[in-house]
């Protein structure tokens, strides 16, 4: 039984939602809880109540850093914790309700991971088909981190980008050797200049583009398994457009995912296709991207 780690910020209610749904599942829990500034404080104090309120029902461990990390390290610095002390978690951020099926999909999958296997995913891009097609997991190239597991080695390689320099010469070694994949490098390229600049805070676009450069794979499911409900004053990037709602940007499946991986080449070109289309939007022009990051824009 895999430990969660949950990453919370400003969200005490959410929390609440996450914890509930965990009562009697006897799995070790880890709460990172950044720590807000002054004029939010008031909030986070919440987040830690409930925190606190869930010790006598729940095997629960609790860390808060000493000073605000924000987008681009809140996320980062609690898996670094919690993959100090275990050797494989869930990870999970305070907008992600997972359903049970998706607890046991993460349990029944995390023994997949390797070398190139490098996360396990609860989200699906598969929500954005009226007829969905596949009815399998399959692998894609890209990492969809609305509630999803990894390894502590997996870790170390994923985390490769977010607190070094951008490897420009890499890239580009990269590009001349795959040109057919310029639009999403170049899109995750010019994510990496901005923020390495200071001009864009995130961290899951060093992932994506560590992710591709080194041709890792993630296990897709072939339905979604977690409740994105992180459309509120509080978030700082969606999926798309949302669907299902004011906060909802995706509805879990009351499903259980397949217990079949399809490891063909076929499926992880065709989930790598509808991730570009539905998730990220990538588009030939996003070529010139890094070249408006370089000037600025």
Known sequence: MLPVLIVCYLRPEKLRQILESLVGSNRRIYIFIDKAPEELKDLNEEVHKVSQEY???????????????GVKLGVPK??????????????VEDDCLPTQHAYEYFDRSAPKLGKQVAMVCGTSPRIYQSKPIQKNLTYANYPLIWGWATSADNWVRLRNLIESPVPHKRILKFLLINPKKAPVVCFFYAAAIRINRGKMQAWD????????????K???????????????????HFLQD?????????????????EILDESMGSLLESNKQIERNVYHIRFRHILSPIKAFIGN
Do not use: H
């Not at 010790?55 to 990390?69: E, F, Y």
């Not at 609690?78 to 990870?91: A, F, H, K, P």
């Open 218 to 236: 993630s296990i897709i499911p072939d339905k979604t398994l977690i409740t994105n409900s992180g459309r509120d004053d509080y978030a700082n």
């Open 55 to 69: 010790t006598a029902k729940l095997n629960i461990k609790t860390k808060s850093p000493a000073c605000n990390l």
């Open 205 to 216: 676009a060093l992932l994506a583009l560590e992710m591709i450069v080194s041709s890792y």
């Open 242 to 258: 949302p669907k299902f709602g004011d906060e909802t940007v995706s509805q879990a499946s009351a499903e259980p995912a397949s």
């Open 78 to 91: 609690g898996i670094d914790w919690v993959l100090s002390i275990e050797e494989q978690v869930i990870v």
